[in-house]
């Protein structure tokens, strides 16, 4: 019986700190809440308190972006520096032609002479074995694709 009622008395001071605690929260919540000029600090506090609800809104969130990506169908406009029509040296209009065209079409170009001739290089599809005519654009034998629009840009003007 010494036991209980020394955990009851225990418990009991507790349960008064609790109680103490709880109406000086409520006091200090109310306090910001009256004065006008530090509006700023309430709504601050306000997410804080707020945690549940936010886990909903977060699973809420990734259904609303679904639905702002597929309602922008429209078309990209096109940069302007890439569709100014660009002549191409002696080298290059033996592959692409020597009308005045955009860098994009000259690179759309330069690959269907790649694939119609096969210089694609079978074991990596990166790389272009040049021939007679491409060795005079790219100065070497066999260029990355990555590399191969920085050559081209050499030959246009």
Do not use: C
């Not at 009851?8 to 700190?17: C, L, M, V």
């Not at 972006?65 to 660009?86: D, I």
């Not at 005045?100 to 119609?116: A, G």
């Amino acid at each position: 019986m010494a036991t209980a009622k020394k955990a009851a008395a225990k418990k009991a001071p507790a349960k008064k700190a609790a109680a103490k605690k709880a109406p000086a929260k409520k006091v200090a919540a109310k306090k910001p809440a009256a004065k006008k000029a530090p509006a700023k600090k309430a709504p601050a506090k306000k997410p804080a308190a707020k945690k549940a609800p936010a886990k909903k809104a977060a699973a809420k969130k990734p259904a609303a972006k679904k639905a702002v990506k597929k309602a922008p169908a429209k078309k990209r406009t096109p940069n302007a520096a890439f569709m100014k029509p660009l002549t191409p040296s002696a080298a290059l209009a033996a592959v692409v032609g020597s009308t005045p065209l955009p860098r994009t079409e000259i690179v759309s170009k330069l690959w269907v002479y790649i694939k119609k001739n096969k210089l694609q290089d079978t074991a990596n599809k990166r790389m272009v074995n040049a021939d007679d005519k491409l060795k005079g654009i790219f100065g070497k034998s066999q260029v990355s694709m990555f590399e191969m629009a920085g050559l081209i840009g050499k030959h246009v003007k």
